[in-house]
T-cell receptor, first 118, second 113 residues
Framework: NAGVTQTPKFQVLKTGQSMTLQCAQD?????MYWYRQDPGMGLRLIYY???????DKGEVPNGYNVSRLNKREFSLRLESAAPSQTSVYFC?????????????????FGPGTRLTVL | GEDVEQSLFLSVREGDSSVINCTYT??????LYWYKQEPGAGLQLLTY?????DMKQDQRLTVLLNKKDKHLSLRIADTQTGDSAIYFC?????????????FGAGTRLFVKA
């Protein structure tokens, strides 16, 4: 099993360009996530999809859109890239469990995409 | 609001114990987690603790939870150079339905030979 895969690994964009980051998981997980990681700020949630057919905003959604294409794939789109979007982007998937008693939610992460916007 | 705080850097000598501390704000979280990130890679779950436990031990790792003070710590015994990484504390508040995980900023552990 490949786990969570992301493409591309590296990307350089000019301000105003658009691009889509691709993510796929082969663990049959219902939930998928997009995070950005910036120095000293840890991981911040951009968007998540609790299950196929649903998407919700996270902490920092502005400037991004997402598509849950099917259960396996969850893409992140930058319509008009800005230098403030220079970051490392991680996709993750999980299968929350535990019901009303509390949810165990181990997340499995891809290797990341390093994006630079000039 | 939800927040997880941890110090950014820790430096220890090989063979010593490392203790990484974390404070969190949302007491509704049933599980609290420690993730490890090695250079150039994504995060990987290292260990977790259920909120009704005070301590969990797993080989060289000991997790301590003080629910009253909302304080979580990770102790690594006999720290090795291979333990050099960034360690993230995280919680999944119940009011998010368990879907959202709040991560701290990460503690970068340096192990000196």
């Amino acid at each position: 099993n490949a786990g969570v895969t992301q493409t591309p690994k590296f990307q350089v964009l000019k301000t105003g360009q658009s691009m889509t980051l691709q993510c796929a998981q082969d663990m049959n997980h219902n939930s998928m996530y997009w995070y950005r990681q910036d120095p000293g700020m840890g991981l911040r949630l951009i968007y998540y999809s609790a299950s196929e057919g649903t998407t919700d905003k996270g902490e920092v959604p502005n400037g991004y859109n997402v598509s849950r294409l099917n259960k396996r794939e969850f893409s992140l789109r930058l319509e008009s890239a800005a230098p403030s979007q220079t970051s490392v982007y991680f996709c993750a998937s999980s299968e929350p469990s535990g019901g009303a008693g509390g949810s165990y939610n181990e997340q499995f992460f891809g290797p990341g995409t390093r994006l630079t916007v000039l | 609001g939800e927040d997880v705080e941890q110090s950014l850097f820790l430096s220890v000598r090989e063979g010593d114990s490392s203790v990484i501390n974390c404070t969190y704000t949302d007491s509704s979280s049933t599980y609290l987690y420690w993730y490890k990130q090695e250079p150039g890679a994504g995060l990987q779950l290292l260990t977790y603790i259920f909120s009704n436990m005070d301590m969990k031990q797993d080989q060289r790792l000991t997790v301590l939870l003080n629910k009253k003070d909302k304080h979580l710590s990770l102790r690594i015994a006999d720290t090795q150079t291979g333990d050099s990484a960034i360690y993230f504390c995280a919680e999944s508040p119940l009011n998010t339905g368990g879907f959202k995980t709040i991560f701290g900023a990460g503690t970068r552990l340096f192990v000196k030979a």
